[in-house]
Nanobody, 122 residues
């Protein structure tokens, strides 16, 4: 599986962005997908995930603001980010895993895309 993230950019606090992650391969629907982010000087952290069956998991800091979804026909997973805050500034990575049990764990993901930069100005 190859993943390509896009949609990052510069936005003011309170604004919105939608990230996309396009996946190659015909088995996309079998994968559990996640978004992770890495801020300058910090370790990469889990943000949100969606299982192959559509169950979702969010880190507390983004609950109520971010929404993950997937379109299996388009082999794409989306991350709608609303009410953005300066602390959301980071490089965002999409990742895929065949194991539901590890989708919130960076080292449990099988495939990674290149990141896309999100910058939120105050």
């Amino acid at each position: 599986v190859q993943l390509q993230a896009s949609g990052g950019g510069l936005v003011e606090a309170g604004g919105s962005l939608r990230l996309s992650c396009a996946a190659s391969g015909r088995t996309f629907r079998r994968y559990n997908m996640g978004w992770f982010r890495q801020a300058p000087g910090k370790e990469r952290e889990f943000v949100v995930a969606i299982t192959w069956s559509g169950s979702t998991y969010y880190t507390d800091s983004v609950k109520g603001r971010f929404t993950i979804s997937r379109d299996n026909a388009e082999n794409t997973v989306y991350l709608q980010m609303n009410s953005l805050k300066p602390e959301d500034t980071a490089v965002y990575y999409c990742a895929a895993s065949q194991d539901i049990a590890t989708i919130t764990w960076e080292h449990g993901m099988d495939y990674w895309g290149k990141g896309t930069q999100v910058t939120v100005s105050s």
